[in-house]
Structures are given as C-alpha cells and as structure tokens.
C-alpha cells in the first residue's frame, strides 16, 4: 500500500463565536489541536462517542462550517494547502461527501437527476442503483417519496459515482439492512483498492473493522489514538489509550463495559490531560496536556500509555 497522504490535518482547532447574556461574547472550543491523516489507497475509520468532533471535522475538510466558526491548524490535500479556494474548487468532485442527514437531497429535484449531476452519466447511476439495490423507477422519485433507507442510499451513490480521491462518508449505514451495509462498505473498500481514500465517520466499530485499514479515535475534540484496525482485532492489550482500551470493552461481544463519568462538554474542558477525569490510570503526569507520540506502530497521546 502507498504511504501517499491524500489528506493531512494538522493541530486543527475549531471554534464557536457564541453570545451570552446581553452582548457578551466568548469562544466555544469544540476541536483542539487535532490531527489525522488519510492515505492513498486506506480506508481511515473515525470512532469516538458523539460530541467528540467527528462530523465537524469533515464540516472543516469540506469549509461548509457556519460564519461563526473559527478555524486554526493546517489541512493539506496531496500535499498542498487546502484552503477556501481550494475547498471550493475541489468539493463534491475530488473530495466527495456521503452526509449524515438525508435533508442534504435537493427536496424539488428527483434523485435519479441529483445522483447523474455528480458525474453526468446516465449509464453509470443505473448500474450504482441497481448495486445498492433501487429499482430503476426510483430515479423519478423525490426525496420526500423514499423511506430512509433508499434516501441513504441514494446519498452513498452521489459519492461514490464519480472519480473522488477522497471519500469522507458520515455514518453511512444507518437504516440499512445488513446485506445492503455490507455493499456499501465493500464499495467503499473497492474504491480504496482503486487507490481513493475512504474516512469513514461511525459508531458501528464491528462493521469498520471488517472493512478498515486503520482507526482513529477521537475524545471530546481531539484524537487519543490511531491504531491498525487488527489492533482491535487482536485484543484489548494491543491497544494504547486507556480511553480506546474501555472503547474496546464497551463493544457488545466484549462484555458492554461501561466505565463512569462523561465525555466533557466543549465550553468546560479540564487542564492537561481531557480523559484524566475519568481514567482509573491518571497520575500527576496528567495534569500537563501530553501530545501525540509514536509508540507500538501506532500513535497516542497520553502520558503513561506504554
């Protein structure tokens, strides 16, 4: 497999000019110093509890976030700076998005046309249609004529027709049946067989391990760990963050373990370390920020994960 980045976030921060009372104004921090990147030819799957910033970080890949966001760090697409122009230039063409809500379908076109807009081509919606099983008639429908789960895959289609390099899906299987989540996933895995590269947003970590290269696990705005997906695979020892390590065991075949506490809310983050509140493994080293280190063929960011 390449070692090629199609897309590099660096140390992203994403933040809210948000009103109080009367005019006050204050900043609302809701992704800080995050950092990932997706390789040519890799399916990247990003985990984590909602809330921990997974869909605003493709908001920022794509620059559709709202006017009052504030955006620091770098991103860079093959290599070069991604800007707003470039953004512009580049999204739903190179960089195509399979949204979390079926309301991103133009209510007042039918789909068949919404679907043919991304590549012009009639031949080819037909044949990704009949794939994820919509009968031919669909392509007259509109959005509002469709249950959800032929909405969703009619969302999965606008992205996956085209020549994108980088596919971000957000919680692309939601309402579909078993059989039609497993199509889905295994275009997403074709495409990046091809040479794409496939974020994929989820909570269903079973179905991403089947299909995923690598996964990236966020925490309350931030990445803690990005590890092979056969780390996951191999057990609980082979992991690093003690945040990924309960992930782990919170996963139904593994016993559905909680552990205590809450994720921390955006407008009020603890200092140092933001797991530290509810890790059994904190010590006075986590009261200072720890940032993100190699460690085991992997990477984490935590003091004391050996």
Request: with cysteine.
């Amino acid at each position: 497999m390449s070692t090629a980045n199609i897309l590099d976030v660096r140390n992203l921060s994403v933040s809210f000019l948000m009103y109080g009372r009367g005019l006050e104004q204050k900043e609302l921090n809701v992704i800080s110093d995050l950092s990932v990147a997706v390789k040519e030819g890799e399916i990247l799957a990003v985990a984590g509890s909602s809330g921990s910033g997974k869909s605003l970080l493709a908001n920022a890949i794509l620059g559709i976030l709202p006017s009052n966001a504030r955006v620091k760090g770098e991103m860079l697409y093959c290599g070069k700076k991604l800007d707003s122009k470039q953004q512009q230039r580049l999204r739903g063409k190179e960089i195509a998005l399979v949204p979390q809500s079926v309301g991103y379908l133009d209510p007042l076109m039918k789909v068949g046309q919404q679907v043919i807009g991304a590549d012009g081509c009639r031949e080819k919606q037909e044949a990704v249609f009949k794939k994820y099983g919509l009968a031919d008639f669909v392509k007259k429908l509109y959005p509002f004529q469709l249950s959800g789960g032929m909405a969703r895959r009619v969302l999965v289609s606008t992205a996956v027709i085209g020549d994108a390099k980088l596919i971000i899906a957000d919680e692309p299987t939601p309402g579909l049946s078993k059989e039609i989540a497993q199509t889905a996933m295994g275009h997403f895995r074709s495409l990046a067989d091809e040479g794409c590269a496939v974020m994929l947003i989820t909570h269903d970590l079973d179905l991403a391990l089947a299909y995923a290269d690598r996964i990236a696990v966020f925490y309350a705005g931030t990445t803690v760990e990005i590890a092979a997906a056969k780390d996951f695979r191999a057990g609980v020892d082979a992991l690093r963050h003690p945040y990924t390590k309960a992930l782990w065991r919170a996963m139904p075949h593994n016993g559905f373990q909680p552990i205590e506490g809450s994720q921390p809310y955006a407008g009020d983050l603890p200092k140092g370390c933001l797991f530290a509140p509810r890790c059994p493994q904190r010590t006075e080293a986590c009261e200072e920020k720890p940032s993100m280190r190699p460690l085991r063929g992997g990477e984490v960011c935590c003091s004391n994960a050996t």
